[in-house]
């Protein structure tokens, strides 16, 4: 089963934390997960897919 959540690297070097379902950045409470270092959208996106198996039956 494929991931949810994903990363992907922006024109400038910085990172961002990609919805595989919409395609784009994910936003938590109006925030864009976008334009980040990469050891944070790493360890965001390890939360978000934790996150989310957690909410899926078994």
């Known amino acids: 089963m494929a991931e949810r ?5 922006e ?3 910085t990172w961002s934390v990609i ?3 919409t395609g784009l950045p ?3 409470v109006g925030l864009l997960l976008e334009s980040i270092p990469f ?4 360890d965001l996106v390890g939360f978000l ?4 198996r957690q909410r899926k039956p078994h």
Do not use: M, P, Q, R
Not at 5 to 9: H, L
Not at 39 to 42: E, I, R, Y
């Open 5 to 9: 959540f994903d990363i992907e690297s």
């Open 11 to 13: 024109s400038d070097g």
């Open 19 to 21: 919805d595989n379902k």
């Open 26 to 28: 994910y936003e938590v």
């Open 39 to 42: 050891w944070l959208a790493l």
């Open 49 to 52: 897919n934790d996150v989310d």
